[in-house]
């Protein structure tokens, strides 16, 4: 019948299908707006037309408005006209849903009458997670469908669900059998002839107001800050009694509001950021097949890493000194799976073949041999690791990527104990390595395109978000934690607490603050990085010796019932020994305490972030600022609605920033040297304006 470059329709048999092509996600930018509007007018003044497929071409359905055009003032047509129009045909319309469907993709489909999925498929409204709100009918038309509990769990959180659990909420009408267009034709020539069904027409929901009071403390939690989630869940309970028209009208000022907030911005930024991480040097690098994957160390590292490889369809081996602990490892292996059965991660069948065959642990090296790449998880010492990979060199294949999982040291000087320095390189993984979403793939100066490419294309395997690094002590983000933790034991020892301190870490919207965490990872483990690095460390700089003396006494955090809190009780308590030692401290070196507010503590917290970066960034061991803000967001947890520091420092500006460093820096100027935001700012030269 017709067709414009990106949406097209054709008849057959009275039957119009509309087709959206506009790779890669379909994503509805003003020109697939228009054409679908222009082919909704040319359905309704066809009479021949008895019922119609809204199908998408390509990987999936459409995935949302195009984010790309949120920056930018709105275009006509607005997509919740369009699909109005779409919804007010009087002949029956059903969405055929492959892929994902989600955001202004999912609405579209909720305008249709009716909805087919294929069995792969998921849909759901992440627009939360992008710092706005549905903003075309999902908060009216979805409650009118599925109801309102079910409606602020999908809404509030962005989660998505699959064709099954869709199924069941009535989220789908149908999971196609076979062939998904056929099917779906199938579906359609039963609702011929018969009403059409418009959700908008269905009366509100008026869902009793406990149900709001019940989400409103868990949505607040989870969201830590970040406003778009309680925005939503505030619309869903106001407009819970409203006609569609006036919840329709509510929900377009609510989503421009959002639009162009700072966190919306900040939440795209990162978004896009997320995307950037694979332009690599060695992005045209074919990367070699790996379905065999190594692992030596047992630990809680090791045993992660094997789960997440096995999650991915991968063969493990898990090599550890003897028989007996290599039994350990592997039950240990199978009990983190054991958790992702429970979870609906894994199927049980799935379960029982890695238990079976597809999990093995050795303490023999020898059985690395067909091997295509083996990750070493063993204890962070230089000289442990380089005597492993010389006996790797050994064992495997010449072809074989070896990678360690050092989190501080040099991977260069790992690699050169083997006679392929082109094939090593650093995979370093956040524990629990199963579910922490990160991977720094480092890449020592020798390393080969290909090696480094079979790297990423593993960390994608696994389902991780994966981003270069070079060589230096802890890499991007470690390097980043080792700056801002000193920086937390300076405030610590001119008169902050650490509860102080971490309290101001939570109300920034970390999940927890730094004490807390060291408290958690082991304090055994900074006291043993902190002694390996003391030969190397500036003997004029200030040196904090609180945590070696809690060490020293025993003290290694939550594994020894205290360390900076005490673990005795239910809840932890700011342990009385730690806050005697820091007293001790500060009487030894003549500091008189002083209060600092929240936001001076996080100022300086988030300064020396800032700082690090951007050496980080001078020194090349990230390729882009925004890889930084990726690391510190995904493996840090830094708020993820703030952007991360570098984007956060490229809002305040370059100028600022060092205004900002310099108060502090009479304090510490040791700590501090600006050189590379100085670097910039001359750089940037008499342009410098903005930044
Ligand atoms: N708008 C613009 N570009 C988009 C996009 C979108 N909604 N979704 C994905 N893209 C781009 C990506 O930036 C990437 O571009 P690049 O190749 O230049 O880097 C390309 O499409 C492919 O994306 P992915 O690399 O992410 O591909 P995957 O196959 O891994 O994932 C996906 C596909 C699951 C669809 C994922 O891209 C995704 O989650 N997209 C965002 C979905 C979303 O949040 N939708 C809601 C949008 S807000 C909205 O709809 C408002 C409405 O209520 C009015």
Redesign the pocket.
């Known amino acids: 019948m017709m067709t414009t470059s990106l949406v097209s329709l054709r008849q057959d048999d009275g039957i119009a299908v509309i087709t959206i092509d506009n790779p890669?996600?379909n994503?509805?930018?003003q020109a697939v707006r228009q054409g679908l509007a222009e082919t909704i007018e040319a359905i309704a003044a066809d009479n021949t037309v008895r019922g119609a497929i809204l199908i998408c071409a390509g990987?999936?359905f459409v995935?949302?408005?195009?984010?790309?055009?949120?920056g930018k003032p709105p275009a006509a047509p607005m997509?919740?006209d369009v699909i109005t129009r779409l919804e007010a045909l009087d002949r029956p319309v059903v969405a055929v849903i492959h892929?994902?469907a989600?955001?202004?993709?999912f609405?579209l489909a909720l305008g249709c009458h009716y909805r087919v999925m294929d069995k792969d498929a998921v849909v759901g409204?992440?627009?939360v997670?992008?710092g706005?709100?549905?903003?075309?009918g999902?908060t009216q038309r979805l409650p009118r469908l599925i109801g309102m509990a079910a409606s602020i769990d999908m809404i509030t959180s962005?989660r998505r669900a699959d064709a099954r659990e869709a199924l069941k909420l009535g989220m789908a009408d149908a999971i196609a059998q076979g062939d998904l267009l056929m099917s779906a034709k199938n579906f359609l020539a039963a609702k011929i002839g018969s009403p059409v069904r418009r959700l908008s027409e269905r009366p509100p929901t008026a869902a009793a107001s406990a149900i709001f009071a019940e989400a409103g403390k868990p949505v607040a939690a989870r969201a830590r800050g970040q406003i778009s989630p309680v925005r939503a869940l505030d619309l869903l309970e106001e407009t819970a009694s409203s006609n569609f028209a006036h919840g329709m009208a509510r929900e377009a000022e609510v989503?421009t509001g959002l639009r162009n907030s700072d966190q919306a911005r900040a939440l795209r930024y990162i978004?896009?950021a997320?995307?950037?991480i694979?332009k690599i040097p060695e992005a045209d690098a074919k990367p070699r097949i790996v379905a065999q994957l190594g692992v030596i160390g047992g630990g809680l590292m090791g045993t992660g890493i094997a789960a997440a490889a096995l999650l991915a369809g991968l063969d493990v081996t898990l090599v550890e000194r003897d028989a007996a602990s290599a039994d350990l490892a592997k039950s240990r292996a199978l009990g983190l799976l054991k958790g992702s059965v429970e979870r609906g991660k894994l199927a049980q069948t799935d379960y029982d073949a890695i238990a079976a065959s597809r999990l093995r642990s050795t303490a023999s090296y020898a059985e690395l041999s067909s091997a295509d790449l083996v990750i070493e998880a063993a204890f962070e010492d230089i000289a442990v690791k380089q005597a492993i990979f010389r006996e790797l060199d050994k064992v495997t294949k010449p072809q074989a990527v070896l990678a360690t999982n050092t989190s501080y040291l040099d991977v260069g000087a790992i690699a050169a104990t083997t006679a392929r320095p082109e094939n090593v390189i650093g995979l370093h993984f956040f524990s629990p390595a199963h579910i922490m979403k990160l991977v720094e793939v480092v890449v020592p100066p020798e390393a080969q395109a290909d090696a480094v490419a079979t790297g990423f294309a593993l960390g994608r395997k696994l389902g991780k978000i994966t981003v270069r690094a070079g060589v230096c002590d802890g890499f991007i983000g470690n390097r980043i934690l080792s700056a801002y933790r000193k920086q937390a034991e300076y405030l610590m020892e001119d008169g902050a607490s650490p509860a102080e301190i971490d309290a101001a870490f939570r109300s920034f919207g970390l999940p927890m603050g730094v004490f807390e965490m060291q408290d958690m990872a082991g304090l055994d483990i900074i006291w043993a990085n902190r002694k390996a690095l003391a030969t190397r460390r500036d003997p004029s700089e200030r040196y904090v010796r609180i945590v070696d003396i809690l060490c020293e006494r025993g003290h290694f955090g939550r594994k020894t019932g205290s360390g900076y809190y005490n673990y005795a009780g239910k809840a932890p308590v700011p342990d009385e020994e730690a806050l005697a030692i820091i007293a001790q401290e500060r009487r030894r070196k003549g500091i008189v305490p002083r209060h600092f507010t929240a936001d001076e503590i996080m100022d300086r917290i988030l300064l020396a972030m800032i700082n690090e970066g951007s050496h980080i960034l001078d020194e090349g061991i990230a390729l882009r600022s925004s890889d930084i803000d990726v690391v510190m967001v995904n493996g840090y947890g830094f708020p993820r609605w703030r952007g991360g520091p570098m984007f956060m420092a490229d809002q305040m500006g370059t100028r600022e920033t060092l205004r900002r460093i310099e108060a502090h820096a009479t304090d510490d100027a040791f700590f501090w040297k600006p050189s590379a935001l100085l670097k910039r700012l001359s750089e940037m030269g008499s342009s410098f304006g903005t930044h």
Do not use: Q
């Open positions: 890669p996600v994503a509805l930018s990987k999936t995935a949302g408005a195009d984010i790309r055009e949120f997509l919740r892929g994902t989600l955001g202004g993709g609405e409204l992440p627009e997670t992008l706005i709100i549905p903003g075309a999902g962005g989503f978004f896009f997320e995307r950037e694979s």
